[in-house]
């Protein structure tokens, strides 16, 4: 990043926050304000980093228009950044039948969660929503980057017909992206579901969706998914998918669960869950799974959920993964707590034993502790809210984990966290 | 008269400045920080006032309105 890029950026944020503080929510500003930091050494090298991020809204309802700024100012491995994520304006006509968006807007379709510096149109008819997309695409901090110099496509998503009992949509997609040579993927989509429990034994729910290329004659991201109420409280699921995880990060659930991977696989799942009373629901699932590094196997899970009336939530789960070159038993543990009006708090555990080729059998302990709070300012909740997270993993064979954030934010003219990630 | 005006203008000018100084605490955090850096704390109180501001703004906006939870104080 630039200097100049650096120094424009905290301009915005300066104008922003005080656009932010001095017209409110009465201006049709709303917004967030967020401090972050954070230490790990998951990256397997220990870091620390500090982040400011804003979220600005500005809507007009009147007149159809709507903007939104959204900035991080961060430092990272020595690194001071600025970096703005949205910056829009947003116009409906007709009624909301047309809709134009220009500026840096996030998008996510088959390719990931991505920024856009460009244009977007959408037209809203009786039957059909039509989008027109065209632009530059960028990065977004953490997740995969797209190598191109231009994307342009077109999407058409039918709105819900509703035929012998079923409720079905669909949608169709064209998207180019340009660089030195150009690379052209088709969309397809449909979904179909329904409340009539006549309908057994026919599905009650099924999607499918996938992609092709047509440059390399390859058909990415395959999902086909079946739901079948079997009895009032018996649900079976029956996926297949294909899929390449968008995001290096993963979360302290995803470093255990085996059946993450980094590169492309491919998994065929059978799940089968059931309602043993109205608090208490246990699962059961098996995996076909094809790796791309790692070769292929079989997975199988066991689960129950147990939910208690004052809030608690408490959930058991173990799962065994045999590929070819490697075995890995897992047993999880989550307590989940609604404290009060303005806190929550839980603790995740897990054991876990791996039979790996590259580091041979290493056994770990992983807890982790969240606490989310909504601080009380002259005992009412005030829009000031604290988290905290804090976990570390024991290793026997491989470095020991850990990872703390903290961080402090606050609401402006009653825009909720989480509302405007 | 004149100070009554004079008043009114402070009163206007308030949320501007409380806005600047939250970004520019915010900024100075954020591009002068040592611990993401060095690892250690500088103790130059650049969060501290940050943090500050945040939380007095907090308890500022709640005794004079707008919070979310306004409805139930009522």
């Given at each position: 990043m630039t200097t100049k890029a650096r120094e424009f950026n905290r301009a915005l944020y300066l104008t922003g926050v005080m656009l932010l503080i001095s017209a409110d929510a009465q201006a049709g500003l709303t917004g967030q304000l967020e401090a972050t930091l954070e230490s790990n050494n998951s990256q397997f090298d220990s870091e620390s980093s500090l982040e400011e991020r804003l979220d600005l809204f500005y809507q007009n309802v009147d007149d159809g228009l709507s903007a939104n700024l959204s900035l991080v100012m961060a430092q990272q491995s020595g690194n001071d950044e600025a970096e703005l994520y949205q910056l829009y304006l947003q116009q409906d006509m007709n009624d909301s039948a047309d809709q134009i968006s220009l500026g840096r807007?996030?998008?996510?379709?088959?390719?990931?969660?991505?920024?856009?510096?460009?244009?977007?149109?959408?037209?809203?008819?009786?039957?059909?929503?039509?989008?027109?997309?065209?632009?530059?695409?960028?990065?977004?901090?953490?997740?995969?980057?797209?190598?191109?110099?231009?994307?342009?496509g077109v999407n058409l998503q039918t709105l819900p017909v509703y035929i012998i009992d079923y409720e079905m949509d669909?949608?169709?997609?064209?998207?180019?992206?340009?660089?030195?040579?150009h690379e052209q993927r088709y969309h397809f989509g449909w979904r179909a579901n329904s409340d009539n429990e006549t309908n057994r034994p026919l599905p009650a729910a099924v999607s499918m969706s996938a992609s092709y290329v047509e440059e390399s004659s390859q058909w990415e991201a395959v999902q086909i998914k079946?739901?079948?109420?079997?009895e009032e409280d018996d649900t079976l699921r029956i996926d297949y998918e294909t899929y390449e995880p968008a995001s290096n990060e993963l979360s302290?659930?995803?470093?255990?669960?085996?059946?993450?991977?980094?590169?492309?696989?491919?998994?065929?799942?059978a799940a089968y869950q059931f309602d043993y009373d109205y608090?208490?629901?246990?699962?059961?699932?098996?995996?076909?799974v094809n790796r791309e590094y790692g070769g292929s196997g079989y997975a199988g899970v066991l689960a129950v959920e147990q939910r208690s009336s004052k809030g608690l939530l408490f959930a058991?789960?173990?799962?065994?993964?045999k590929l070819q070159s490697e075995r890995v038993a897992s047993l999880f543990l989550d307590v989940d707590k609604t404290l009060g009006p303005s806190v929550r708090g839980g603790v995740s555990g897990v054991i876990q034993q791996q039979q790996k080729q590259l580091v041979g059998d290493n056994r770990s302990l992983?807890?982790?502790?969240?606490?989310?709070?909504?601080?009380?300012?002259?005992?009412l909740p005030s829009d000031l809210h604290f988290n905290f997270t804090a976990s570390h993993i024991w290793n026997s064979r491989l470095e020991d984990e850990y990872r703390m954030l903290l961080s402090l934010g606050y609401s402006f003219g009653g825009a909720k966290q989480g509302m405007l990630q | 008269m004149k100070q009554k005006s004079l008043l009114k203008h402070g009163e206007k000018l308030v949320p501007w400045l409380a806005g600047a100084g939250f970004a520019v605490s915010h900024i100075i955090t954020s591009s002068n920080c040592t611990i993401p850096k060095q690892g250690r704390c500088s103790t130059c109180g650049g969060c501290v006032v940050g943090l500050a501001a945040i939380?007095?703004?907090?308890?500022?906006?709640?005794?004079?309105?707008?919070?979310?939870?306004?409805?139930q104080s009522a």
């Open positions: 807007f996030f998008r996510a379709d088959t390719l990931g969660y991505y920024s856009l510096d460009g244009v977007q149109y959408r037209h809203r008819a009786d039957k059909l929503i039509m989008s027109l997309y065209a632009g530059v695409p960028g990065r977004i901090e953490a997740f995969r980057s797209i190598d191109a110099d231009t994307l342009y669909a949608n169709l997609g064209w998207q180019r992206l340009e660089q030195d040579s079946t739901r079948w109420d079997l302290f659930r995803d470093q255990f669960y085996s059946l993450y991977a980094r590169g492309n696989q491919t998994q065929f799942k608090q208490q629901t246990w699962s059961m699932a098996a995996r076909r058991v789960k173990a799962e065994q993964l992983g807890i982790e502790l969240y606490l989310e709070h909504m601080v009380s300012v002259n005992a | 939380v007095a703004w907090a308890v500022h906006k709640k005794k004079h309105g707008n919070g979310i939870y306004d409805d």
